[in-house]
């Protein structure tokens, strides 16, 4: 089945030390998003790529960084986790060929502790 | 003021209850508009999308207010697998592409 895929699933890294969480997708989707969940709070948007054109939210600290290699795969790097950046990662995706209704398919998420 | 706000709930009903849940957003530019659900621990999923004329998808009705900039969820003959969040999720157009704003979403407990 076509979908979204994030890995790992849970991930524990230490104040600091760089991680990187991966998704990909055999949707063929243009846009692909990674936004950040906080325990109880809304999915909150960290960036996105239209195909190769990387789109940050004004709000977003540096120590977020992405790359999309190619179509299938986006990467979400945290240079210097802090304990404020523990959260569920999320990642999404969207076509653009219908703007207007346009649904973002959500990965299972990333769970991420920082120790 | 939050871009799209709701209640937090939670809203504890018994089975068989007609529950509504509230939306409202800031953005006159909003140009469409979702209500998605979520389980505990796991991904937000597209519930429906809403239209102004309102729309209904078996025990679930939505309905949009452009003027008022308010979204409504109606479910009814709630079921115990009902229990969830809901988020409210408002949409624009952007230069990149669409970006997304969801509310923090309001809490439903089914309960026997």
């Known amino acids: 089945d076509a979908m979204v895929i994030q890995n790992p699933r849970y991930q524990v890294t230490q104040f600091g030390k760089p991680v990187t969480l991966s998704c990909s997708q055999t949707?063929?989707?243009?846009?692909m998003y990674w936004y950040q969940q906080k325990s109880s709070q809304a999915p909150k948007l960290l960036f996105h790529y239209y195909d190769k054109d990387f789109n940050n939210e004004a709000d977003t600290p540096d120590n977020f960084q992405s790359r999309r290699p190619n179509t299938s795969f986006c990467f979400l790097d945290i240079r210097s986790p802090g304990l404020g950046d523990a959260a569920m990662y999320l990642c999404a995706t969207s076509s653009p060929r219908d703007l207007r209704n346009n649904e973002q398919f959500f990965g299972p998420g990333t769970r991420l502790t920082v120790l | 003021r939050k871009e799209v706000e709701q209640d937090p709930g939670p809203f504890n009903v018994p089975e068989g209850a007609t529950v509504a849940f509230n939306c409202t957003y800031s953005n006159s530019a909003s140009q469409s508009f979702f209500w998605y659900r979520q389980d505990c621990r796991k991904e937000p999923k597209l519930l429906m999308s809403v239209y102004s004329s309102g729309n209904e998808d078996g025990r679930f009705t939505a309905q949009l207010n452009r003027a008022s900039q308010y979204i409504s969820l109606l479910i009814r003959d709630s079921k115990l697998s009902d229990s969830a969040t809901y988020l409210c999720v408002v949409n624009a157009i952007t230069g990149g592409g669409n970006k997304l704003t969801f509310g923090t979403g309001t809490q439903l407990k089914v309960e026997l």
């Open positions: 949707l063929n989707h243009n846009v």
